[in-house]
């Protein structure tokens, strides 16, 4: 351990020593703790809760707990976690990352931080790269967590929302990183309280860490819905707009861009549309369609404010004239603008939520993860994740032999030689584990073993459902498998003594990956827990890695040797050096991306919270005051006269709008609001309005709850897919910025808040709107 730990940084040395301590006090309580009764060591969780209840932190319990679970542990499955493991257990619960060897006992060290942190009540989630992982680990180390009185569950695809809420509601829920995602995104689309799933996100422990957090971080999760709605309702929309009276129909507000219909332009809509009621809670969104078809032919012009090209609107910016390429406007104008100009309204599936791993994860309230191989990575997991990577040590010294790469001159020549090597070891009876970088390396070695006569097995994306069989069997006697770099994580490939005479695992690597850390994944195969082992790389200069990123000056050596192999430490350092240039480019890319999503996700957690606040609200009546409230603030804010010395609001102009919204009739004239500041304008409108529409709802009082609820979850929920919609077409087209020397960043920061508060104001205006229009009928029986 004392090597071990003079070999590390400063910084990771003083922690390790720390966290080497504390295991060493967990130790020195085995025999305490062994002398235990099953029922007092059970009896242990009772009195932990208790003390947690009484003020005692986690941290306090620490030493104990993992004491305990380590028992329980060893009187379960009959194993008894080691000090190293201690050590990753503790480093876990600190919330950062344990780099932990493979074989060295990862999922059995999860069970100390994961029993310590379910002690609290709230929660902890086990996350896997598989399902079959997951189901494993849950039967497997649940026993322990069971045995000590806690619940265990395992969240898979196929269970009902009522399984996944009692799953989600034990202590320890084991589940893939896809799963658990998705179900954030499921919970925050329903529409009644008890479809929830989740609790609060509490604790997440991740195994494979790297390949969940980068790897892949940026894949987003996305839940699609059929097709928008279709273009045949905005075309007729469109067609009913134009043949109304301006007016007569409808009126149109220039300043706030805003069109709504008369009682005679309601009474049309009604005929033209064949319906009883146009704002009927189940007309929402034919209201909105109309709406949008009034605001495109009546306050917005073609050549001003758009254009219209190859067969497509596009937006004009109003302060450079510029036309702005990739940028829609949200909320179905930009398909009523379509509709208006006759060209192709876009027929496409609608993301209806969506979240990349990287937002997703950082929504725990504390995280921390496992994996053996995270160092090179650890900038990032520190900037993005704020997680350190700690290295523990193993358990027994390494023993694999790590040989120099062979360097070759073709694709052709390496291949051949490879082969060559897998035959040799395969003829003496060393199994051998080939790893490569594509499923179609993978299926072309496959071939030329064929040839050759030398069987093996081929583990890859076409073929996962085997994986743990093919795993299992590949450090059998003989055994060749051919495998892309990813495949079998979370699995030991084991060897008996036989194999272990032969020399152990051998991994033979057929080329470079651009990440020094999935090599290092590859090697990690072979030489668990003190087996010897042997791990090689075979290169050409043909490789994707050294065509992209190589320096071409070392070509000419090849010319001169052919097909033989060259081992030459300088070349193996420029190799090295690539993988370090591409590893930097990678991490640029995924923070840049993470500085865009984190617009998204900012604006998903404002949309969720005050969504979640009206979900759990039943009488949502007093929200419906706040929209009351800032449509008519927001409505005097764009009267003020900001260029007039004193920036007073025009009045008629004012008053005209809000009856427009259908907030004041006739009665309120100009001399009532003249000489009143803002906030007594705005109570004195927002107290009249809200007079009315309660005394319309007086009668069905307790009935309109509901109606007024779904209204709100309803215009919510169509104005936030309209916004993802909008928001991904900004995205698209931003880097267009720069030609014209804008930081593209910059840019969508601050037209996507602009969108967003558009949408806010529009969400609200579209509620009060509706409920100033709305007409209650009273039907017999």
Not at 434 to 440: K, M, Q, S
Not at 660 to 669: E, G, I, Y
Request: with cysteine; aromatic share 8%.
């Amino acid at each position: 351990m004392a090597g071990f730990l003079s070999n590390l940084f400063n910084g990771d040395r003083k922690i390790l020593k720390e966290v080497e301590t504390t295991a060493y006090e967990i130790d020195a309580l085995k025999d305490e703790i062994r002398s235990l009764s099953d029922e007092e060591l059970k009896n242990k969780t009772n009195e932990f809760k208790a003390r947690i209840e009484k003020g005692e932190t986690l941290d306090d319990l620490l030493v104990e707990a993992f004491a305990v679970a380590r028992e329980a542990a060893y009187r379960v499955i009959g194993e008894f976690p080691y000090v190293v493991q201690l050590m990753g257990g503790i480093i876990l619960h600190k919330g950062d990352i344990a780099e932990m060897k493979t074989g060295e006992g990862k999922t059995l060290t999860a069970i100390l931080p994961a029993y310590l942190n379910a002690l609290s009540g709230k929660g902890v989630h086990i996350i896997t790269v598989n399902e079959y992982l997951a189901q494993r680990d849950a039967e497997w180390m649940g026993e322990i967590h069971r045995f000590l009185g806690l619940t265990v569950g395992c969240n898979l695809r196929q269970l009902t929302a009522t399984q996944k809420r009692e799953v989600y509601e034990c202590d320890i829920t084991y589940t893939t990183n896809s799963e658990v995602g998705f179900d954030y995104l499921r919970d925050n689309m329903v529409t009644r309280v008890q479809d929830r799933v989740l609790r609060p996100l509490n604790f997440a422990l991740i195994d494979e860490v790297d390949s969940i957090l980068i790897d892949e971080s940026r894949t987003p999760l996305i839940i699609s819905g059929g097709a928008r709605d279709g273009a045949q309702l905005y075309t007729q929309s469109d067609k009913f707009a134009k043949k109304l009276t301006e007016g007569a129909d409808f009126v149109v507000d220039v300043k706030s861009k805003t069109a709504q219909l008369t009682e005679a332009g309601v009474e049309k809509a009604e005929r033209s549309f064949k319906i009883n009621n146009l704002y009927d809670i189940d007309n929402t969104s034919l209201v909105h369609h109309i709406n949008n078809a009034l605001k495109a032919n009546y306050t917005m012009a073609k050549d001003v404010e758009y254009v219209v090209q190859d067969n497509q609107v596009v937006i004009v910016d109003q302060f450079t004239g510029r036309l702005m390429e990739g940028r829609e406007y949200s909320d179905g104008l930009h398909q009523a603008l379509s509709a208006k100009e006759n060209v192709t309204i876009k027929q496409e599936s609608v993301t209806l939520a969506t979240i990349t791993y990287q937002n997703f994860f950082r929504l725990y309230a504390k995280l921390s993860g496992m994996t053996g191989t995270a160092k090179t990575e650890e900038e990032e997991f520190l900037q993005i994740y704020n997680m350190r990577v700690l290295e523990i040590p193993t358990n027994r010294p390494v023993v694999r032999e790590d040989a120099s790469d062979l360097i070759y001159g073709t694709k052709n020549a390496k291949f051949e030689a490879l082969i060559q090597r897998v035959q040799e070891l395969n003829e003496k009876g060393q199994p051998v584990l080939v790893g490569t970088v594509a499923v179609e390396t993978s299926e072309y070695l496959s071939m030329m073993m064929k040839q050759r006569k030398i069987r093996h097995e081929v583990l890859n994306a076409k073929n996962h459902g085997r994986e743990a069989m093919i795993i299992e069997n590949a450090g059998q006697k003989g055994a060749v498998t051919i495998a892309t770099n990813m495949a079998g994580r979370g699995t030991d490939i084991k060897i008996d003594d036989e194999v272990k005479a032969l020399g152990g695992l051998a991994v033979l690597g057929s080329e470079r990956h651009e990440s020094r850390r999935i090599d290092n994944q590859l090697r990690g195969r072979s030489g668990r827990q003190g087996d010897p082992g042997f791990s090689q790389f075979f290169v050409s200069f043909e490789d994707d890695l050294m065509v992209r990123h190589g320096s071409e000056r070392y070509e000419g050596i090849f010319s001169k040797f052919g097909d033989v192999a060259v081992e030459n430490k300088t070349i193996t350092k420029q190799i090295g050096a690539a993988q370090r240039r591409v590893e930097g480019v990678n991490f640029d890319v995924r923070k840049t991306l993470l500085d865009y999503d984190d617009v998204l996700r900012q604006q998903s957690e404002i949309i969720y919270d005050q969504r979640n606040h009206i979900l759990d609200n039943e009488d949502i009546h007093s929200i419906i005051l706040e929209m009351f409230n800032r449509v008519v603030s927001d409505t005097i804010a764009s009267y003020r006269d900001m260029e007039s010395k004193n920036q007073a609001v025009n009045v008629p102009e004012l008053i005209e709008a809000l009856k427009k919204l259908s907030l004041v009739d006739d009665k309120v004239t100009v001399e009532m609001l003249n000489g009143k500041s803002d906030q007594e304008m705005q109570s004195m409108i927002v107290d009249d309005a809200w007079k009315k529409y309660e005394a319309k709802i007086a009668d069905v009082r307790d009935q309109f709850t509901r109606v007024e609820k779904d209204l709100a979850l309803q215009m919510m929920d169509r104005a936030w897919i309209d916004h993802i919609d909008a928001m991904s077409k900004l995205r698209e087209g931003i880097y267009l910025r720069s030609y014209a020397q804008e930081k593209p960043l910059q840019a969508y920061v601050t037209e996507g808040f602009e969108m967003f508060e558009e949408m806010l104001g529009q969400i609200a205006r579209d509620i009060v709107m509706f409920c100033m229009n709305v007409n209650i009928e009273y039907r017999q029986g």
